[in-house]
């Protein structure tokens, strides 16, 4: 309850910031996106990843108010320099189950695209697996509204939640982010290896792009490129940083 009643105060005090960490198009080397990560910047605690905070904020209303902050900031940072980035750039903003439900969602959406001058195209919202299936058949209809204004959805964390693959014939979506968890051994685990292959194989089969999360190493990314993956992200190209701290420039692929 004190941490809750910390972050409100956060809140009111503007101490929240972005982080944006770059999504690299495999076959350019392009910085085609960035997701945007919140951090609590605390007088008292320091730089706090969101881990730590937002399971609190999602216990209360407080979502709803920080996700709200998250998605205009981002949106007004990113078409501000949209003149200075390439055609086909894309926004990654964390959507919380919390927020996906309110039934004024696609206002606040619409709204924030409206104040921050960006284009709907440019925007993707980023869903884990558990919001779309522990949500009732309202899930798909908001979906569908979400689409319907030319925002893109992307399910996050592929690969970890007890997801059953049924239900992902049934949901629209335009992209799939492979788990970390799956892209670390990529090189020493063949079990790994199938597992990344099967998922982008089924990308390629339901026509979505495919993110793959957390590559650390050159060798995990030839092997990805190797494997056809059509995006990555991870420490290897770039950390998530201040947005004018990040490198804009073209990587050099293994
Ligand atoms: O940056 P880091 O790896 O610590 O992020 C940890 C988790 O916090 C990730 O699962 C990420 O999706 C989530 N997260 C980061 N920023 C936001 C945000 O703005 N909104 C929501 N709902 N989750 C976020
Ligand atoms: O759940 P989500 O995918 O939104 O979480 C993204 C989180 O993953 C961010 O908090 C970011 O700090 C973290 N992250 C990004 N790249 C890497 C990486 O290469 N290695 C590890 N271990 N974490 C990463
Ligand atoms: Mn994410
Ligand atoms: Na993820």
């Excluded at 206002?107 to 980023?126: K, M, V």
């Excluded at 982010?177 to 670390?184: H, L, P, Q, T, Y």
């Excluded at 590559?215 to 995990?220: L, N, R, W």
Aim: charged fraction near 20%; charge should be negative.
């Amino acid at each position: 309850a004190r941490l809750a009643n910390e972050l409100r105060q956060a809140l009111e005090r503007s101490q929240f910031v972005l982080h944006y960490q770059p999504v690299v198009q495999m076959a350019t080397g392009q910085v085609s996106g960035v997701e945007a990560l919140v951090r609590w910047q605390s007088p008292a605690r320091g730089l706090v990843p969101p881990g730590l905070f937002i399971p609190i904020a999602e216990t209360s209303d407080l979502i709803l108010a920080l996700g709200d902050w998250v998605l205009r900031t981002a949106t007004r940072d990113i078409a501000q320099r949209l003149a200075q980035l390439p055609a086909n750039f894309e926004l990654h903003v964390n959507v919380s189950a919390r927020q996906l439900i309110q039934s004024d969602f696609s206002a606040t959406l619409q709204q924030a695209l409206h104040d921050s001058g960006l284009p709907p195209q440019h925007l993707t919202l980023e869903l884990t697996e558990s919001v779309l299936i522990e949500q009732d058949g309202q899930t798909e209809e908001r979906l569908r509204e979400i689409r319907a204004q030319g925002v893109k959805i992307a399910i996050d964390d592929f690969g970890t939640g007890y997801s059953s693959l049924a239900y992902l014939g049934l949901l629209p979506f335009d992209c799939l982010k492979i788990d970390r968890s799956f892209v670390r051994n990529l090189c020493s685990s063949p079990q790994d290896a199938a597992i990344v292959s099967a998922v982008l194989h089924m990308a390629e089969g339901f026509d979505v792009a495919v993110v793959a999360e957390g590559v650390e190493t050159a060798a995990q990314a030839q092997r990805l490129r190797q494997m056809g993956c059509s995006h990555a992200q991870g420490y290897w190209f770039g950390r998530p940083v201040p947005l004018e701290q990040v490198d804009w420039s073209t990587r050099a692929l293994p």
